[in-house]
T-cell receptor, first 111, second 116 residues
Framework: EDQVTQSPEALRLQEGESSSLNCSYTVSGLRGLFWYRQDPGKGPEFLFTLYSAGEEKEKERLKATLTKKESFLHITAPKPEDSATYLCAVQARTGFQKLVFGTGTRLLVSP | DAMVIQNPRYQVTQFGKPVTLSCSQTLNHNVMYWYQQKSSQAPKLLFHYYDKDFNNEADTPDNFQSRRPNTSFCFLDIRSPGLGDAAMYLC???????????????FGPGTRLTVL
């Protein structure tokens, strides 16, 4: 069964304090791994798609990386507006393109 | 801007009173999804439409139904809401890419359902 585990569950950072969020996955052939940002009371906002081990993608202070077993979301010099829940999801190569989500990491960045 | 729109953003209903949630999209995507998300939990897929073909998840209760009258619109009907159905309901869309490429889903803002 395809599975996604995210850690830590919650992370508190000071503004400017860089860190990484982890997404470990097991999937029967990876079609794609996705990172989303979700603000309270809103729908997930798409950030990145990765599908090849060694791939990296960047957007402002965020960089996502992928290995065969896990993905990291690196946050460099975070600002309070980066506070949100970050969701990781995988899509298997076989069957329908269903997303299997992790439960997310709640990030709080204090000024 | 192309987007996924959900109405209403907040819906209050009474126990057992049918309710319909709406989703529309301007992305012209052929696949539309409905998810249920409870507090601090991952989104849970209820069903999806691939074009006009309806696909139900095995563990989705019969209380939940869906309609897709055209490419742009999709509705979620909850026939007899229970207290356990209070949640955020998310609509998402995607387009089926050939060649086994990842199929990104784009989400709407969600509808928060309260059951009294």
């Amino acid at each position: 069964e395809d599975q996604v585990t995210q850690s830590p569950e919650a992370l508190r950072l000071q503004e400017g304090e860089s860190s990484s969020l982890n997404c470990s996955y097991t999937v029967s052939g990876l079609r794609g791994l996705f990172w989303y940002r979700q603000d309270p009371g809103k729908g997930p906002e798409f950030l990145f798609t990765l599908y090849s081990a060694g791939e990296e993608k960047e957007k402002e202070r965020l960089k996502a990386t992928l290995t065969k077993k896990e993905s990291f979301l690196h946050i460099t010099a975070p600002k309070p507006e980066d506070s949100a829940t970050y969701l990781c999801a995988v899509q298997a190569r076989t069957g329908f393109q269903k997303l299997v989500f992790g439960t997310g990491t709640r990030l709080l960045v204090s000024p | 801007d192309a987007m996924v729109i959900q109405n209403p953003r907040y819906q209050v209903t009474q126990f057992g009173k049918p309710v319909t949630l709406s989703c529309s999209q301007t992305l012209n995507h052929n696949v539309m999804y409905w998810y249920q998300q409870k507090s601090s939990q991952a989104p849970k897929l209820l069903f999806h439409y691939y074009d006009k073909d309806f696909n139900n998840e095995a563990d989705t209760p019969d209380n939940f139904q869906s309609r897709r009258p055209n490419t742009s619109f999709c509705f979620l009907d909850i026939r007899s809401p229970g207290l356990g159905d209070a949640a955020m309901y998310l609509c998402a869309t995607s387009t089926d890419l050939a060649g086994g490429k990842p199929d990104t889903q784009y989400f709407g803002p969600g509808t928060r359902l309260t059951v009294l």
